[in-house]
């Protein structure tokens, strides 16, 4: 989460994102540790609550001072296919919805490679994906490999 | 999410926090807008990356500076049953397996009525839950209502 306020007033993602991985291959990769082909990962953008921020953006709330869900902004799907995107680094697509209040596009056309999986592939830490900030990925990988 | 840096250097609450619902009170409450007896709510703590931090906690990343997940350090839980606490404040009891990484202890005893009901009975939007700060459950509940 990289609010606006730390980020010159303008940050590249300056909300929450809550990530999820379909069902199927979360199951592959508690087993092996890969994304499967097939692997659709889907990104909800959700906003600060702003009421009275610090300059820093943050807000100060009955449990401290910090950064809390408001709404949501934004939802946006990685999809990994080797049918589909043969010549995607990777075989991942990037899709956005809409990056604003829903309701969301029904359907939506794939992102020009640069947009985002040029970042993805030189700073991602496994496939393409940012795994270095989710713990869940990478404690379900850990516990597997124990077996 | 109240960084220690933000609170004096000593949060309440310092962690992100992931909270989760069972499956079958969140299908009661996309319904009715209620959490039925019964409900659980598992909240994993989860650290900030600190490496290289600023003096507000914030880490500069790819994508900005701001606040990132590192790892597991607490597991807890809240559940509601009259049959089990009909003495609690709204019936809700709190667990905690552990404020620190994992593994988390495989059973533990009830806290305190003070320790977390009376601040969520003050603050909290709805039934001791604080879902001013989960959009994904106001989000649910709006979407069903209009049916």
């Not at 199927?24 to 009275?52: P, Y």
Request: aromatic residues 14%.
């Amino acid at each position: 989460m990289t609010p606006n306020a730390l980020n010159g007033g303008e940050a590249p993602f300056p909300e929450f994102h809550s990530v999820y991985i379909d069902p199927v291959s979360w199951q592959h990769w508690r087993r092996t540790g890969e994304f499967r082909d097939g692997t659709v990962l889907a990104k909800e953008l959700v906003t600060l609550i702003s009421t009275d921020a610090h300059p820093d953006g943050s807000t100060d709330q009955v449990s401290g001072r910090g950064y809390f869900m408001d709404n949501f902004a934004g939802f946006e799907i990685a999809y990994k296919s080797a049918k589909h995107f043969p010549d995607e680094p990777g075989n991942w697509a990037y899709f956005s919805f809409g990056h604003h209040t829903p309701p969301y596009a029904a359907a939506t056309k794939k992102l020009p490679t640069e947009t985002c999986n040029a970042c993805h592939g030189e700073n991602a830490a496994q496939d393409y994906v940012f795994i270095q900030f989710y713990p869940v990925l990478r404690a379900a990988r850990a516990a597997e490999a124990v077996n």
